[in-house]
């Protein structure tokens, strides 16, 4: 029986974390063959030097797949694509895989965000899409090192909406035999959006203040402009028919009271930094072409969103 194909497209925090832990595991077991994808200076290094993770989870700290390319259009009809890109490289990739998944490959984004499985389903309309909620503590040290801090990192993965009762089964087996802390549910919707709400109304509002977390919680002005962007995508959750909990909000600023008061959150850093790219379309522009969608006006985040977007 010929092994089933694994695919890690991009190395980043992410994508090294849990790609790390699947073709480790699997150097032992032999039981998939795995490829990733890494561009210019990281594929050079995990070429050479294998992919390093630096975790008080994994004694021995490298691992070599079977194969690492530079490009998408170098694989053919896999089974399963793990994709790890940034936010705002999704279109571009998805543009990229439609030309080399076979009918069956499936499909498992690896970011958070309320839009990601609409935005890859408008590409790559008839395959298996898996929504997926990641909480995870880890980043690049150096091209082909990334290290990891914290608690293990979690996957909260959902069944396609659209293709409900496809049998899954073997991906779920691989998840869990790479040792990975994994929640599979018939729907992980209200866990994206559980997040999002987090990730959105934060990242928005320390971006427009150059602020950290914990002067959100504690600022009139950054508490009051955080709420208001939790209450907008509360409203958008709702006429969505996903079920958040009544007192999301203020479950959203407990969980963020626990994090250490100065930190930062990568919008923020992103865009006070002059970075080109950032996750600004994710945070604000998804609240707004939601509202504009189901007819919900979203009046702070697009006044919030304007002001960054003019830095």
Same mark, same amino acid.
């Given at each position: 029986?010929?092994?089933?194909?694994?695919?890690?497209?991009?190395? @980043?925090?992410?994508? @090294?974390?849990?790609?790390?832990?699947?073709?480790?595991?699997?150097?032992?077991?032999?039981?998939?063959?795995?490829t990733f994808i890494a561009r210019s200076e990281t594929?050079?290094?995990?070429?050479?030097?294998?992919?390093?993770?630096?975790?008080?989870?994994?004694?021995?700290?490298?691992?070599?797949?079977?194969?690492?390319?530079?490009?998408?259009?170098?694989?053919?009809? %896999?089974?399963?694509?793990?994709?790890?890109?940034?936010?705002?490289?999704?279109?571009?990739?998805?543009?990229?895989?439609?030309?080399?998944?076979?009918?069956?490959?499936?499909?498992?984004?690896?970011?958070?965000?309320?839009?990601?499985?609409?935005?890859?389903?408008?590409?790559?309309?008839?395959?298996?899409?898996? %929504?997926?909620?990641?909480?995870?503590?880890?980043?690049?040290?150096?091209?082909?090192?990334?290290?990891?801090?914290?608690?293990?990192?979690?996957?909260?993965?959902?069944?396609?909406?659209?293709?409900?009762?496809?049998?899954?089964?073997?991906?779920?087996?691989?998840?869990?035999e790479s040792k990975i802390d994994l929640d599979f549910?018939?729907?992980?919707?209200?866990?994206?959006?559980?997040?999002?709400?987090?990730?959105?109304?934060f990242g928005l509002v320390t971006a427009k203040h150059?602020?950290?977390?914990?002067?959100?919680?504690?600022?009139?002005?950054?508490?009051?402009?955080?709420?208001?962007?939790?209450?907008?995508?509360?409203?958008?959750?709702?006429?969505?028919?996903?079920?958040?909990?009544?007192?999301?909000?203020?479950?959203?600023?407990?969980?963020?009271?626990?994090?250490?008061?100065?930190? %930062?959150?990568?919008?923020?850093?992103?865009?006070?930094?002059?970075?080109?790219?950032?996750?600004?379309?994710?945070?604000?522009?998804?609240?707004?072409?939601?509202?504009?969608?189901?007819?919900?006006?979203?009046?702070?985040?697009?006044?919030?969103?304007?002001?960054?977007?003019?830095?």
């Amino acid at each position: 029986m010929t092994k089933k194909h694994i695919v890690v497209a991009g190395l @980043g925090g992410v994508g @090294g974390y849990f790609g790390f832990k699947i073709n480790q595991e699997n150097e032992t077991a032999q039981k998939y063959k795995v490829t990733f994808i890494a561009r210019s200076e990281t594929y050079k290094k995990v070429k050479e030097n294998g992919l390093v993770l630096l975790s008080p989870e994994h004694s021995v700290n490298h691992t070599h797949p079977d194969a690492i390319v530079q490009s998408v259009n170098e694989i053919n009809d %896999p089974d399963l694509v793990l994709i790890c890109v940034k936010e705002y490289d999704l279109e571009n990739i998805c543009r990229q895989l439609k030309d080399t998944i076979g009918k069956d490959t499936i499909l498992l984004p690896m970011m958070n965000g309320a839009d990601i499985y609409e935005r890859i389903r408008k590409i790559i309309p008839d395959h298996i899409i898996l %929504p997926t909620c990641l909480y995870v503590a880890s980043h690049i040290k150096e091209k082909g090192v990334v290290e990891h801090k914290g608690k293990a990192g979690k996957m909260i993965v959902g069944r396609d909406p659209q293709h409900f009762s496809e049998d899954v089964n073997w991906i779920v087996d691989l998840l869990k035999e790479s040792k990975i802390d994994l929640d599979f549910k018939d729907n992980s919707l209200t866990d994206i959006w559980t997040k999002y709400i987090f990730i959105a109304s934060f990242g928005l509002v320390t971006a427009k203040h150059n602020s950290s977390i914990g002067t959100v919680c504690t600022n009139d002005e950054q508490k009051h402009e955080a709420s208001e962007i939790m209450k907008e995508i509360k409203a958008i959750a709702d006429k969505k028919g996903i079920v958040l909990d009544e007192d999301i909000i203020q479950k959203t600023f407990d969980k963020a009271a626990a994090f250490p008061f100065e930190t %930062p959150t990568s919008l923020q850093l992103d865009v006070n930094s002059g970075k080109k790219n950032n996750e600004l379309e994710l945070l604000g522009g998804a609240v707004l072409n939601f509202g504009k969608e189901l007819d919900i006006v979203t009046p702070c985040t697009r006044k919030i969103y304007n002001e960054i977007k003019a830095f």
